[in-house]
């Protein structure tokens, strides 16, 4: 069985959940609530594809391409104030650097036409387009409270009332989770490749599939456990 799970692996492309597109979004509502800046990083590699690029982008060629960035993703964010539509006024373009990798970095500012209370945004950053596989993650600041929430094809809006206290998006974090597995090669051959060492090692005198899934739901759970520490101690880092 383990040529056979070679084989497979060698076969199998390189997992989608790994390479999809990641965009951050971290957005800052003014204290008086008239207005907002937008800030979206993307990876470079990511702008390289929208502007047709076979290569990264340099500083250079992002601010040569400015217009065109600007309109590819203020025509896919939306922003909205008591169910007003809020049009870009300014923006910006540079990369910058973070964490190893280098980022288009796309910002403008929106002004409403007063004080606004429902604040909602709806994202549509690659879904149609370029990756249906594309993540968001979004931060919102509004004086001293910040609320985050997770931007998937099937959860891409985000609403928050600005008197209340900040929205908790748990379910939209398991949603992301829950398609990062399903949507992974690697981790179905992991799950595979488990069975395969774990199924002739259970007693005879058992019943090979239930003892099977008992050692393999241990040590999943054991997996996923010290994935998410080192997670944690990353973002945290």
């Not at 509004?142 to 985000?158: D, I, P, V």
């Not at 019943?207 to 010290?226: C, D, H, M």
Request: negative net charge; proline residues 5%; charged residues 15%.
């Amino acid at each position: 069985s383990t040529p056979v799970l070679i084989a497979v692996s060698a076969a199998a492309p390189v997992a989608h959940a790994h390479t999809s597109s990641v965009a951050y979004s971290e957005v800052s509502v003014a204290a008086d609530r008239m207005s907002l800046t937008y800030e979206l990083r993307v990876r470079a590699l990511d702008a390289a594809e929208l502007l047709g690029l076979d290569h990264e982008p340099s500083a250079t060629e992002l601010a040569q391409s400015k217009d065109r960035l600007l309109a590819y993703t203020t025509a896919h964010v939306h922003t909205s104030g008591d169910g007003r539509m809020c049009a870009p006024t300014l923006g910006d373009v540079d990369r910058v650097q973070g964490d190893g990798v280098r980022w288009a970095r796309v910002t403008w500012t929106c002004t409403f036409a007063a004080p606004v209370r429902h604040l909602a945004i709806d994202y549509a950053m690659f879904f149609d387009d370029y990756d249906p596989g594309h993540t968001g993650l979004l931060k919102v600041t509004h004086r001293q409270e910040q609320a985050e929430g997770t931007l998937l094809a099937e959860s891409a809006s985000f609403a928050w009332d600005l008197g209340e206290p900040p929205p908790t998006h748990t379910l939209h974090f398991v949603m992301s989770g829950a398609h990062h597995i399903l949507d992974g090669r690697d981790h179905i051959l992991f799950l595979i490749a488990l069975l395969l060492v774990v199924v002739p090692r259970v007693p005879s005198t058992r019943s090979p599939l239930a003892g099977a899934l008992k050692q393999t739901l241990a040590i999943v759970t054991s997996f996923t456990l010290a994935h998410s520490v080192t997670l944690i101690l990353a973002a945290l880092r």
